[in-house]
């Protein structure tokens, strides 16, 4: 089972990221997808997340009209746009595929810093 992120980096007040996830070893598209992300000395928080038939998206309220989850089960990959980003996004944000607490996978997570 593998969860590949990519797209982070730096990026000023105000930009955009799009961050990917790719997974393989599992079947995906029964999972839900989520992203968290976790700051400096902070616990790791839920972002967003997509349902397995992409019917239902979920944010949390800080990001909600900024970023937009999405995902394509042909290419096996969930995406994260986000804008209009602010100092306080910056973190590492992680790929999870979720089905049961006791069944889901972590991707190894990609930095994210939003700075002038």
């Known amino acids: 089972v593998q969860l590949v992120e990519s797209g982070g980096g730096l990026v000023q007040p105000g930009g955009s990221l799009r961050l990917s996830c790719a997974a393989s070893?599992?079947?995906?598209?029964?999972?839900?997808m989520r992203w968290y992300r976790q700051a400096p000395g902070k616990e790791r928080e839920y972002v967003a997340e997509i349902t397995s038939t992409a019917s239902s998206h979920y944010y949390r309220a800080s990001v909600k009209g900024r970023f937009t989850i999405s995902r394509d089960n042909a290419k096996n990959t969930v995406y994260l746009q986000m804008n209009s980003l602010t100092p306080e996004d910056t973190a590492v944000y992680y790929c999870?595929?979720?089905?049961?607490?006791?069944?889901?996978?972590w991707g190894q997570g990609t930095q994210v810093t939003v700075s002038s």
């Open positions: 070893g599992f079947p995906f598209s029964s999972y839900d």
């Open positions: 999870n595929a979720y089905m049961t607490t006791q069944n889901q996978y």
